[in-house]
């Protein structure tokens, strides 16, 4: 993470390994959706942990079988591959996020940031969600990562 | 118990009715669907659980054999296999038809169908692809050989080839012209950096592209090449809407290629959410049905184990308990019936008892009669065995009180010895008796003496109960009686009748020698004084014999008074002390005087002294002893000797008149003594002592009984 003149910006860079059978249900045009959670947190003795941070931000994998596309989604921009192996590197790869306010991290104690990137099970297709509960393959999560930040 | 089933049931039944709305794809609860099967699941252990807990209950109440409980198992069976049994099947039919079904959706020619549509598609767009990709080509030639400004030419170029957009990029992948049929297209799309870098290598590219909110286009970048050095490449990029009926039937293809391939992808997975849905829906129905068939069947039962209550309280005798009348079906009607036979039974009981209150009074009553009755009452069946006995019977008889309780009579014998004559005159008369009825009387040796009993049996021959009565009387006194009174009738007219003459005959003797004694001569006169003598003396002792006899005749005419007992035995004895005999008094002190007629006392004493001298003629070392103490029920006076003591043969009848072992005697002493102590109320004992002597007891009452 870096302070730029626009505030906060984040680089991250997940190790994902998708399942044959995700692979496969991609190949089969079903949409993968995933989250990477951000938060940024200070612990408090007497509350809740504060948390001036708290983003998501969602990504979807589809196929076109039509035009033989990946393509990697966010909001409104998209990328199309040709390849799925493509496709998730570039999931993988978390650039320039603006996480925060260059005002946002003031405390001295410093903050706890931590990230994780997950499937997000519940959008997938109603059959799938059943198979999300009982294997693990389809229950992607990476663990948060965690590391300090000083402002 | 119920709230918690009911409560399971209606929770199962909202959960069957939400896992339905979210197997029909809302939205809504496909997020909560695990959510939904985690609850079933839950909710179906938890009904199993509460079965099995009414099954250990039901189990219990088996054991413990509370009545109604097999009903309930029973009914409880039957309700679980009414749901058990249809509930399976529909759910058996239910399952395969759900996986045929599901099957069914995929087949090879579907699946080949929608590859060939796709393909179509792809060929389709991949002509269309070639085809701008030669315009492209030629585009690029007629734009590197052009000599006109770029722009111009380009738009020229769109024109002729009738394309939607180009642009004319420099080798940096900047704009350099721009032309494009569309207002809406006044921006021109860009391609990749990578792109660009890929045309330079002299690689066109060609690709179909979804541009959101724009449409399916197909894209072509192809280098401009030059055709000297010094100038730069650049690349041209033709830009091509596909026509909007294909680019609508391609999406429709690739949408249903996609929605198929994820159909085949989940299959499994809807199987097996159909399948989880459906079998849970079935647990819980099937689970809901079971508790309930409890509840049902315990409520079924609950009206026979209310009426088991009441037929065991009224198996203890409370009539008291009587069952609401509920329902107004059958359960109504027989518990209604049961309140009235409980009514009844309570009726005839209480009619019951009162009957045999009544015998029991009947019984009690008839009993004190017996008990109290002065003659022995026994009762026998056909048998000779012992019925009834009266404490009478037992007391006349002498033998302990319950002795032949269930004896046979044959068998009184051999258990006391001295009934057996009077077994056997009642066994003979009731079998030889050809009359109902006989009357014997009995000389009964008890271990006190001789009795005298008057027998009366009667055979019973009333309704069937065939059996024998015999009563008796202890008569010994009566006939006592009887011989008293006639002996004294006898003896008083005797004395009378004999007195009367004795005078004149003593008188007539006395008179003879008076006057006849001058004028014999010696020798007569003698013979005369001693016959007179003899008359005289004769007479005086028939006289003092005729006086005994008036005596004891007599009507008594006691003439009581306070009495000295001591001072009156001294009396007496002073009389006797010149008889040779030594008499030792032994006499108590401090006695209270008793009420007595003293000359009669005085009588008493001299008749028992009198008969102990007589006892003692010849004896040696010849001693009286007279006692006079204090005792139960009054003061004791005997007279001990040690002379022959009494026979044997008179020992029964020693008080009766006439009885006598003396050489010379009336035989009226005893009898006098005790007609004297019968009429003071006092008793009298006489027992022969060892080794020989008698002894005669009195016992005279304080104060004379009333």
């Not at chain 2, 068939?293 to 203890?316: G, Q, W």
């Not at chain 2, 001295?418 to 030889?432: C, D, K, L, R």
């Not at chain 2, 044997?648 to 006598?660: A, Q, S």
């Amino acid at each position: 993470m870096e302070l730029s003149d626009e505030g906060y910006r984040l680089d991250a860079e997940f190790d994902i390994q998708l399942s044959p059978g995700l692979e496969e249900a991609v190949n089969r045009g079903v949409p993968l959706h995933f989250i990477v959670e951000f938060e940024l947190s200070k612990p408090r003795w007497y509350w809740f942990d504060e948390k001036p941070v708290q983003l998501t931000r969602a990504y979807r994998i589809s196929y076109t079988p039509l035009l033989r596309q990946y393509r990697l989604s966010s909001g409104s921009a998209y990328q199309n591959f040709t390849r799925f192996d493509d496709v998730v590197r570039a999931l993988s790869r978390v650039r320039g996020w603006p996480v925060a306010e260059k005002g946002a991290i003031r405390s001295e104690g410093g903050y706890q940031a931590a990230i994780r990137m997950r499937l997000d099970t519940a959008q997938l297709p109603k059959p799938f969600q059943l198979n999300a509960v009982a294997s693990r393959d389809w229950n992607l999560a990476s663990d948060w990562y965690r590391w300090t930040v000083h402002p | 118990m119920r709230p918690l089933i009911l409560l399971c049931v209606v929770t199962g039944a909202g959960l069957v009715y939400l896992m339905s709305q979210a197997s029909a794809n809302t939205a809504l609860f496909t997020r909560n669907y695990p959510a939904l099967l985690g609850l079933g699941g839950l909710l179906s252990v938890g009904l199993m659980v509460l079965i099995g807990y009414q099954l250990l209950v039901l189990k219990r109440k088996l054991r413990e054999r509370v009545f109604g409980s097999k009903l309930t198992l029973r009914l409880m069976v039957v309700f679980a296999l009414m749901a058990l049994v249809p509930g399976s099947l529909v759910y058996a039919i239910s399952f395969q038809f759900l996986q045929r079904s599901i099957e069914s959706w995929f087949d090879v020619r579907m699946d080949k169908a929608l590859e060939g549509g796709l393909n179509l598609a792809r060929n389709s767009l991949d002509n269309s692809l070639n085809e701008l990709g030669r315009k492209a080509e030629n585009m690029a030639q007629a734009l590197a050989s052009a000599q006109a400004s770029e722009p111009a030419t380009l738009d020229r170029l769109r024109e002729q080839f009738a394309v939607d957009e180009a642009t004319l990029f420099s080798q940096r992948g900047k704009v350099i012209a721009f032309a494009g049929a569309e207002a809406t297209s006044l921006q021109p799309e860009f391609p990749l950096a990578g792109v660009i870098r890929q045309v330079r290598a002299q690689q066109p590219v060609r690709s179909v592209e979804l541009i959101p909110d724009r449409g399916l286009f197909l894209r072509v970048i192809t280098p401009v090449n030059v055709l000297t050095i010094a100038e730069d490449i650049r690349i041209l990029q033709l830009l091509q809407r596909v026509p909007a009926a294909i680019a609508q039937d391609a999406r429709v293809v690739d949408q249903g290629w996609r929605d198929y391939q994820e159909l085949t992808l989940a299959r499994v997975g809807l199987k097996r959410i159909f399948g989880l849905t459906l079998t849970l829906a079935m647990l819980l129905t099937l689970f809901s049905a079971i508790a309930l068939a409890f509840l049902l069947s315990e409520r079924l039962s609950a009206p026979l184990s209310a009426l088991a209550e009441s037929t065991r309280a009224i198996a203890k005798g409370d009539y008291s308990r009587l069952n609401p009348v509920r329902s107004r079906d059958e359960f109504g009607v027989l518990t209604q019936s049961f309140n009235t036979m409980t009514r009844q039974i309570a009726d005839a009981t209480e009619a019951m008892e009162r009957n045999q209150q009544q015998l029991e009074n009947a019984k009690t009553y008839l009993e004190s009669i017996l008990s109290n009755l002065t003659s022995g009452v026994l009762t026998f069946d056909e048998r000779y065995y012992l019925r009834t006995v009266n404490a009478t019977a037992y007391e006349i008889l002498g033998i302990p009180a319950g002795a032949f309780h269930g004896l046979k009579l044959p068998d009184w014998t051999t258990h006391v010895a001295t009934v057996t004559p009077f077994a056997e005159i009642v066994m003979g008369q009731f079998a030889s008796a050809a009359n109902r009825q006989w009357e014997q009387q009995l000389e009964y040796r008890r271990h006190d003496g001789a009795r005298t009993l008057l027998i009366r049996g009667t055979r019973l021959a009333t309704r069937g109960d065939t059996g024998y009565v015999v009563v008796f009387d202890d008569i010994t006194h009566l006939a006592q009686a009887q011989r008293d009174a006639a002996w004294g009738e006898v003896a008083r007219r005797l004395a009378h009748e004999i007195k009367n003459p004795l005078t004149p005959i003593q008188l007539s003797a006395e008179r003879l020698q008076h006057k006849l004694l001058q004028k014999l001569p010696e020798s007569d006169a003698d013979v005369l004084k001693r016959a007179t003598g003899t008359i005289v003396n004769q007479v005086t002792a028939l006289k003092g014999m005729v006086d005994d006899f008036s005596l004891y005749a007599r009507a008594s005419r006691m003439a009581a008074a306070q009495v000295s007992l001591n001072d009156l035995v001294r009396e007496v004895l002073v009389l006797y002390e010149s008889m040779g005999v030594p008499i030792e008094p032994r006499l108590g002190e401090n006695l209270p005087q008793v009420a007595a007629d003293p000359a009669l006392l005085r009588q008493v004493l001299h008749n028992l002294i009198q008969n102990a001298i007589d006892a003692l003629a010849g004896a040696e070392k010849p001693r009286i002893v007279v006692t006079s103490a204090l005792a139960a029920g009054g003061i004791r006076l005997s007279v001990r000797d040690n002379g022959s003591g009494i026979a044997d043969t008179v020992f029964g009848r020693i008080f009766e008149p006439y009885v006598t072992t003396k050489p010379k005697g009336t035989g009226l002493g005893l009898a006098i003594v005790k007609k004297i102590i019968d009429e003071h109320h006092g008793q009298i004992l006489v027992e022969n002592l060892k080794p020989h002597g008698a002894h005669v007891s009195i016992v005279l009452p304080l104060r004379e009984a009333a």
